[in-house]
């Protein structure tokens, strides 16, 4: 309903806040011990009444927040988490890992699918239909992923300029350097419209990108910050496209046209 904002923090630890005066509503916390490094992702169910909190070296799980209790644990510890995505309508809860992907029956708690991989380090997923999935991967590609049967349709190629450094300067000889500009240039987070047509991604040098997923053929280019734009987000009615760069410039586009409205 709008009222409350969930917020990952390290320590495997997410917090509710009242949007109108962010004060603090409620801290869920991991059992024992201190992991720096392991972070959580908080998302909200559609109708307001699930927290689902995955984290890195941590639980899959879901809050009922009528009761403030945990009703379902998916996963004891999720290694390497990298992203939770819910279906729209509720049925599905999915995970990527580094190396996995999985899919559980949200209210019976029951993994239904897993794939590993040998190729590349998976990031975000999104939905894009109550049963598909896309998924992000930093070998150059994003894939559809069937929730029913577990396997993949097809392959969104091109999703990486590995010569173009995003308006970075770094040593590649400097370890921490090189890591942090990988991460920056590499870590796929991927943007799907709301009406489930088009994939939007940034970190193309200084450039996003929109697809049509049926097609997989680019239809717009966003370009007008300075460094790779790092995060993205949509309007809600789909039409504006706002993007934070390393620059740190905030743009507001209008998503069909390509033009920077503010």
């Known amino acids: 309903d709008g009222n409350l904002i969930a917020v990952g923090e390290d320590n495997r630890i997410a917090k509710l806040y ?3 005066d962010w004060s603090l509503v409620r801290e869920f916390t991991f059992e024992s011990g201190w992991c720096g490094g392991c972070y959580t992702i908080p998302l909200f169910s559609d109708n307001g009444q699930y927290l689902y909190m995955g984290s890195h070296n941590g639980p899959l799980k879901r809050y009922n ?5 945990v009703d379902k644990t998916y996963e004891a510890e999720s290694d390497d988490l990298a992203d939770i995505a819910i279906s729209p309508d ?3 809860l999915t995970r990527t890992s580094e190396k996995s992907i999985a899919v559980f029956d949200a209210e019976s708690g029951k993994q239904l699918h897993q794939e590993v991989i040998d190729k590349g380090a998976l990031h975000a997923v999104r939905f894009t239909s109550a049963n598909e999935v ?3 991967s930093d070998d150059n590609v ?3 992923w069937q929730i029913k049967d577990g396997k993949r349709r097809y392959v969104l190629s091109g999703m990486l300029n590995e010569r173009d450094q995003g308006g970075l300067n770094y040593d590649p000889n400097f370890y921490w350097q090189q890591s942090i500009a990988r991460y920056i240039r590499f870590k796929n987070s991927i ?3 709301r009406d489930g047509k088009s994939l939007i991604k940034g970190k193309f040098g200084k450039k ?3 697809w049509d997923i049926a097609t997989g053929k680019n239809i717009m280019e966003y370009a007008a910050h300075d460094v790779a734009p790092l995060c993205y987000q949509l309007s809600r009615d789909g039409k504006r496209l706002i993007s934070v760069g390393g620059d740190g410039k905030v743009l507001l586009w209008d998503l069909e046209s390509g033009k920077v409205l503010q």
């Open 65 to 69: 927040l009528n009761s403030v209790t």
């Open 90 to 92: 509720g049925k599905w």
């Open 134 to 136: 896309l998924i992000g």
């Open 208 to 210: 996003l990108r929109r």
């Open 191 to 193: 943007l799907i419209s």
């Open 18 to 20: 009242k949007r109108s």
């Open 142 to 144: 994003a894939f559809s």
